[in-house]
C-alpha cells in the first residue's frame, strides 16, 4: 500500500512539474539588426565568429542573396523571383551551424514596385509567391521565421492615397482588398513553414494617437489619410488565415526613443489592450494569443552617431562615453523586461560584424556597448532590478545640447 501511495505521489508530482513546464513565460531574446545585415554567405563564413563575439544575442537577421539582382523592392513586385536565385543562400543556412544564434530570421522587405496595385491579379499573385519562396528559404535553411520590414523604401503599399485606383476606389474598397490579400500571404507563408515566427518592426504601435478614437468612422477617416493607414487591414486579413501555430511580433520601433521606464508598459498596453480596436472582433482572441508586443534599441541614438544636422538625434553627442553606455543598458534592459519574448537592436553607423565600408562611423563598437547588453540582460533573467536612473543624466545633457543651441 506504501509503494502505491509513493507511486500515486510520484506521478502527481510529475504531472504538476509537467503543467508548470508547459505554461513557463518564454526566455527573452535579443535579435541583432542593421545597416549591415550578414547575407547567408558572410553568416557561413563567419558564425564562429559572430557568436563568440557576441554571445548576448539569441539571434540575428539575414539577408537572402537571391531576390536583390535588380531594384531590391523585396516582396510586393510585378515580378516573381527566380527561385534558382536562392539556391545558393539554401545551400549556406544549411551548412551553417548555429549553436548560439538559434533565432534566426529571413529579411522581407515591404515595400513596393512603383505601380504595383493590390488590385491588379498579376501583381498580388507574383507578391503571394515571393512570400512562398522566402518562407521556404527560411524554413530549410533552419530559421524560426520572417523578419517583415514594412517601412516603403521605395513605393508604398500601405499609403491609400498615393495607390494607382485610389481614384475609383475608395478606402473600405482598398481596407477589404488589403485584408484578403493578407489572408493569402499568411496562406502562403505558413504552407511552406506552418510554425513560422513573424518579427515585424511595428503593427498596431504605430497607431497610438488613433486606437482610442470612440467613433469607428471617424478612425477609419484618419487611416485613410495616415501613410500605413492600411497596414491594420493587412494585420486583420494574417489573423483571418493564420493557424494556431504561428507566431506575430509587433517590434514597436517607436521604443527607440524611450527614456522612462513607464513608456514601456505604456507601450505594453497599447500594443496589448488599446490597439483592439484595430482588430476585427472574430480576431481578438486570435490577437491576444498570437501576437506578441516587442520593443526596440536604437544604438546610434545612445551612442551619438546619429548626424549632428538632425535635431532630434543630437542628444547623445552630449554625453559622456559611460553614460551613452548607461542609457542603452537602462533601456535594454527595461525592453527585455517588459517584451512578451523579443527584443530587436538595431543600428546604423556601427557595425557588428565588419560587413560595412570603413569610414569614420563604420566598423566599430561602442566604448561599453556589448557590456552594457550583457550586464542588461543577466540582471532581468536573475531578476535584479536595474539599479540605476537616467532622468537626471539625460536632463544635464539637454541642458548642455541647449546651452550649445544658443552660442
Known sequence: MKLEILVVWAMLGLLVTTLFAQFDRPRKKLIQYGWGVPSTAFVRENIV??????????????QTQGGWKSYPVHVFRKTPFDPNEFAEDISNLRATEFRRFTENFILMWGTCEKGWDWFNDSDWQSAEYNARLLAYVAKVGGCVGICF??????????????????????????????????????KALQSEFPDIRILTFFWCSLFGNIVDIPDPNERMNLLSKHSYGLLPAFLNGMLDAANEQVVIID???????YREPEQYFRAYHLMKQRALSLIAPENRRKYA?????GFALYMDLYFGLVPFEYAWGRIGHFLKPEERARWFEHNAYHALLATDEYVWCYSERLDWWGTQEKSQWHNF???GAAEALQSARLKVEQGKSLGFSIREMLTEAQKRMEEAKGK
Do not use: T
Not at 159 to 179: C, E, G
Not at 289 to 293: D, K, N, P, T
Open 149 to 186: 520590414d514594412p517601412e516603403p523604401y521605395n513605393g508604398n503599399p500601405w499609403h491609400y492615397p498615393s495607390l494607382p485606383n485610389a481614384s475609383s476606389k475608395s478606402f473600405a474598397d482598398y481596407w477589404a482588398k488589403v485584408r484578403e490579400c493578407g489572408a493569402r500571404f499568411m
Open 289 to 293: 494569443l498570437q501576437v506578441q508586443a
Open 251 to 257: 517590434g514597436n520601433e517607436n521604443a527607440y526613443y
Open 49 to 62: 565568429k559572430m557568436e563568440s563575439k557576441c554571445p548576448f544575442f539569441d539571434g540575428i537577421v539575414i
Open 365 to 367: 563598437v561602442p566604448e
